[in-house]
């Protein structure tokens, strides 16, 4: 990796505001607390972009009680980290770290008998029981175990608690259309989840916790909560689809502010093809701002001649193709000199787009966006403590 530069001189920076995501945080407590539930903050994926440790830290002080990360690597990096609150990770692959995730305290995911042999095999050697939660696949088609297979899961899982290898922890189930209130698949989830919880409670099972919602349950669906509900974009002031409203319709800001200094701006004559392929041809004399950020750096080339950015107090289209590292605006007649700074998104309270607008000038989703801001961005943490 790049040495990071000086963040006022950064090419380009992805600011990052903890405050935010702690307001965030608290908004969707005040939501499910009345009903009992907790709050697991999801950083897998490096926090969607906005880095999995100092936003693990900021979720836990604003009040999530449980974080969540995909892979066990990202949890065991939470650890290493000194992070100790109770944390699942759910994306196994065969011979993944179970001892190493054994020994950290941390909850594993359990979504076939597989993995059961494995983890009860790493536990025998550890020496101490392994945290898992066993995953039901309720119609989501991906992950976990189906109901024809439920049973026998659970009943081995049961067997190896017996013998002191595992304490099962939780039973937890994922959605396949929370973004889409009132598709028909949410019922049939939601009365499938129960059916295979009552079963695995009937045959013994004492869970820590049941959880099924995600961000857009959690902000649609209150018969969803159970005990602990999993927010992933919304922690991150996303809203999880512009059907389901704007950010601010839930009481949620972005986290997110990208932007890059101009590295250069000329002066071009009509007739100009600009960028890879000239797609863009300037059609008069006009001046030209060169912004130094790419495909590279997670900027979707998809949003080539679309993409929307707010420079010089008004919002651009990006002319012609995103390259690797750099693109385009076209400034007419007005002009910016060399650093000024070119707001690709953020909140949108100073009039710049949103992740949201992206997503929409790249043929995506807000959650793609962010994520996908690459390593050689800086974040820059700011609102690390209340004011
Ligand atoms: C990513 C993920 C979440 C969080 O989803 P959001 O829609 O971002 O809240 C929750 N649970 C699981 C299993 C996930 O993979």
């Given at each position: 990796m790049s040495t990071t530069p000086h963040p006022g001189t950064a090419r380009a920076s992805a600011e990052i505001d903890l405050a935010a995501l702690r307001a965030n945080v608290r908004a969707l407590r005040a939501r499910v607390a009345p009903g009992g539930a907790q709050v697991m903050g999801v950083v897998k994926a490096d926090a969607y972009g906005h880095g999995a440790v100092p936003c693990a830290r900021a979720a836990l002080e604003a009040g999530a009680t449980w974080l969540g990360t995909a892979t066990p690597y990202e949890a065991l990096a939470l650890r290493a980290a000194g992070i100790d609150a109770p944390l699942l990770c759910w994306l196994w692959t065969p011979g993944g770290p179970w001892r190493a995730a054994i020994d950290a305290d941390v909850d594993v995911t359990v979504s076939g008998l597989w993995a059961l042999d494995e983890v009860t095999e790493a536990a025998r050697a550890a020496g101490r029981p392994a945290r898992v939660q066993l995953k039901a696949?309720?119609?989501?088609?991906?992950?976990g175990c189906l109901p024809a297979d439920w049973p026998r899961l659970v009943s081995e899982a049961l067997t190896a608690q017996a013998e002191g290898l595992v304490r099962v922890t939780g039973l937890w189930s994922h959605f396949a259309c929370a973004d889409e209130p009132g598709h028909p698949s949410i019922a049939e989830q939601l009365a499938r989840f129960q059916d295979m919880l009552e079963h695995a409670e009937k045959a013994g099972v004492r869970p820590e916790v049941r959880h099924m919602a995600n961000s857009p349950a959690t902000l649609t669906?209150?018969?969803?909560?159970?005990?602990?509900v999993r927010a992933g974009v919304a922690m991150y002031?996303?809203?999880?689809?512009p059907e389901l409203g704007t950010p601010a319709d839930y009481g949620l800001r972005p986290v997110m502010r990208l932007s890059a200094r101009v590295a250069s701006v000329k002066q071009a004559p009509a007739g100009l093809g600009i960028s890879y392929g000239h797609h863009y041809v300037t059609d008069r004399e006009t001046n030209l701002a060169l912004v130094p950020v790419g495909y590279a750096d997670?900027?979707?080339?998809?949003?080539?001649?679309r993409g929307p950015v707010l420079l010089g107090g008004a919002v651009r289209t990006v002319a012609g193709r995103i390259a690797m590292d750099q693109f385009v605006l076209d400034l007419g007649a007005d002009t910016v000199d060399p650093g000024a700074r070119a707001v690709?998104?953020?909140?949108?309270?100073?009039g710049e787009p949103t992740a949201e607008d992206w997503a929409r000038a790249a043929g995506t989703i807000a959650y793609e966006i962010v994520t996908r801001i690459g390593q050689r961005v800086p974040r820059v943490y700011v609102g690390e403590t209340d004011a």
């Open positions: 696949d309720t119609g989501l088609g991906r992950n669906l209150p018969g969803s909560y159970f005990d602990l002031g996303i809203s999880p689809s997670g900027v979707p080339r998809q949003a080539s001649g690709l998104f953020g909140p949108g309270d100073d």
